[in-house]
């Protein structure tokens, strides 16, 4: 893929990870393609630092790879007994406490958790393949637009591990707990016509297409009034915990919010 950042000074470009931004585009880049963008945790932390970074003038947030994957998952450095210099190996954590080793993992989802803030709309671009952490990466974006020759997989389970970087949530929501378990618990590759259908992804396209895909998208996202996206994003992102009843409600709070502020009666 192309790098549609090049131009522009980087707020953040460190440990696999530079973040660019354009007014209210921001677009986070995985910089590692020799490594198949591969994941450690110095990546994750700088991930989460690109989110705090964030200016509040962004309203949408492409997250891309550079190279022939998205990201081909964890860094196999870390199933070494000696781990990643400077970093906890797994051998480590494990014979960490309870509350260290629960804290080490809540620091790793860190990177993965601000993607879906009711203030921007998230866009993952994703390309070749997207294992593991790579595929979680994906799914804590709002939407995914995905290359032809994609190839998803969650491959924890066969590794004798979980999905640990908040990818399970999303990923039931979106194609149910039986295919949810069945993807996870055989670790095969979800290919681009599956990931469309069963709405993983939101479409898929040629590899030399997926640049202006995603800027269509983006584009398309920028043009509606921010207010109202954000009210949106966040009435259907709290659907899945509301009844009906209760989501009634919050459609009536959100709209006399809109109605009051377009009126110029608001708070």
């Not at 671009?125 to 637009?145: E, M, N, P, S, Y």
């Not at 949530?169 to 095969?188: D, K, M, Q, S, W």
């Not at 989501?247 to 109605?259: D, I, K, M, T, Y």
Request: one cysteine or more; a negative charge; glycine letters at 8%.
């Amino acid at each position: 893929m192309a790098s549609p950042d090049h131009e522009l000074v980087p707020l953040l470009d460190k440990d696999g990870v530079r973040l660019a931004v354009d007014d209210a585009l921001a677009t986070v880049t995985l910089t590692n393609p020799t490594k198949r963008n591969a994941q450690n945790p110095a990546l994750w932390r700088a991930l989460a630092e690109a989110g705090r970074l964030l200016p509040g003038s962004v309203r949408v947030v492409v997250l891309r790879g550079e190279g022939k994957s998205f990201s081909a998952g964890l860094d196999r450095q870390m199933f070494t007994p000696e781990g990643i210099e400077g970093e906890p190996s797994f051998i480590d954590l494990a014979r960490s406490g309870d509350a260290e080793l629960d804290g080490a993992i809540a620091e790793f989802q860190e990177g993965f958790t601000w993607w879906r803030r009711n203030d921007i709309v998230s866009i993952a671009a994703v390309q070749g393949h997207a294992i593991g952490a790579g595929f979680q990466l994906a799914l804590a974006c709002d939407l995914r637009v995905v290359a032809d020759d994609v190839q998803f997989a969650m491959r924890e389970t066969s590794l004798g591990l979980v999905p640990d970087l908040t990818g399970t949530h999303p990923l039931v929501n979106l194609l149910g707990y039986a295919r949810a378990l069945e993807i996870c618990a055989t670790g095969r590759f979800v290919h681009a016509e599956e990931a469309v259908s069963t709405g993983l992804a939101n479409v898929a396209v040629p590899l030399d297409q997926l640049d202006g895909a995603v800027r269509d998208l983006a584009a398309a996202l920028l043009a509606a009034p921010r207010d109202a996206v954000i009210e949106t994003k966040a009435l259907l992102h709290g659907a899945q915990d509301r009844d009906y009843e209760a989501q009634r409600a919050a459609e009536r709070a959100a709209q006399a919010r809109r109605l009051r502020d377009l009126a110029g009666v608001g708070e």
